[in-house]
């Protein structure tokens, strides 16, 4: 069942992509061979591509495909030919955190998403040079098939489009997660979310399902503050122009927001979210930084105001539970997250990773 398939390949460490024909082999016992109908365009697979994160290149990325599936190994039993699934990310299922329902901080992350490889070091795809990393998230899905581990597979509603269901697979569920999983704001709170690209938008529509009152985007684009306010800010910073923290403090008439997310890992923004928070307050972040990266906190007089400071991992989420769910919002239409996409052909993949650098772009769908 070895299949020729069109794929964009990282060969080198901070260059475009390429697009390649590959040889996919035949999937294993485990594995569900998908044609690939979308796959969304993460930051995470741009940090990967310029050498933060371990997969040894040439690989081929991509970590939220939507597909329909071709055909199952012999010990899946989740999904059948013709399922239409969003991919997520992958995990062992035998540690302990995998065995405590949290998939999301399985003990063997980096080897299951960022190794590149099989458990038994083999690898799906192969070029005329010779084997190119796979798996990556169980999937590797810019390519036009892949064979994906059934951990990363979620059955979704037939009914729903697969090209505007892809990105669930990672970032939406990660902002949506952070809020509706892991934070569990109170109904009638105040939140800030600092960075509304994809995840952050995914957060501020959350916060809003969740019944968050006072709902705070801050960001350098005026054109993504414009949208939050369309999927639920009740108040937008631009951080470029103006004092955060003074407009936090307004906004909250001196009180602080009771719970920030970051999704920008950028260590001065970490720090502002920190001095945002309210008596009791809780910070998260969600964003990805180089291995090293360190914040620091002021913790004098911040000492006697309780607060928590925690790090998410996709939205705490257990994909094949959380995914249908946030499809179900978004049929219902509390969850517009079709409103942050703009779709890519293949060949034009590195102008969505381009888009999404610039913030042209909220969240790039390449179609196949």
């Not at 709170?189 to 705070?216: H, R």
């Amino acid at each position: 069942m070895t299949a020729t398939v069109t794929a964009a390949v990282a060969r080198t460490k901070g260059a475009p992509l390429t697009i390649e024909t590959l040889r996919l082999d035949d999937p294993r016992d485990n594995e569900v061979r998908v044609r690939m109908v979308a796959s969304g365009v993460c930051h995470t697979d741009a940090i990967v591509r310029d050498g933060v994160y371990p997969t040894p290149l040439p690989a081929v990325l991509g970590h939220e495909g939507a597909g329909v599936v071709e055909a199952i190994g012999a010990a899946v039993t989740t999904v059948q030919p013709g399922d239409h699934v969003v991919l997520s990310a992958a995990y062992c299922g035998h540690c302990g955190q995998c065995r405590a329902g949290q998939m999301a901080y399985c003990e063997n992350l980096m080897a299951e998403d960022f190794g590149g490889r099989r458990r038994d070091g083999s690898t799906s795809l192969t070029s005329a040079e010779g084997p190119v990393s796979s798996h990556f998230f169980g999937q590797s899905s810019f390519a036009t098939y892949a064979n994906v581990v059934e951990n990363s597979v979620v059955k979704v509603d037939a009914e729903a489009p697969l090209a505007t269901l892809a990105p669930l697979g990672c970032g939406l569920q990660t902002g949506a997660g952070a809020i509706l999983n892991e934070l569990r704001p109170e109904a009638g709170s105040s939140l800030v979310v600092f960075g509304v690209g994809a995840v952050g938008s995914a957060a501020i529509m959350a916060a809003k399902v969740a019944g968050c009152t006072t709902i705070i985007a801050a960001d350098l684009h005026d054109s993504r503050l414009e949208l939050a306010k369309v999927i639920g800010a009740t108040h937008t910073v631009n951080s470029g122009t103006t004092d955060v923290i003074a407009a936090i403090t307004e906004i909250t008439g001196g009180r602080g927001v009771e719970y920030a997310l970051d999704t920008t890992a950028v260590p001065a923004v970490l720090r502002q979210a920190a001095e945002a928070l309210a008596t009791r307050g809780t910070l998260a972040l969600v964003g990805a930084a180089k291995p090293g990266t360190e914040v620091p906190f002021e913790i004098g007089t911040s000492l006697v105001k309780g607060w928590t400071f925690k790090t998410i991992v996709q939205g705490s989420s257990v994909p094949q539970v959380f995914i249908p769910r946030l499809v179900e919002l978004w049929e219902q239409g509390r969850f517009p997250f079709d409103k942050l996409i703009r779709t890519y052909e293949l060949d034009d993949i590195n102008t969505a990773f381009a888009d999404s650098r610039n913030g042209s772009a909220i969240k790039p769908v390449v179609v196949f």
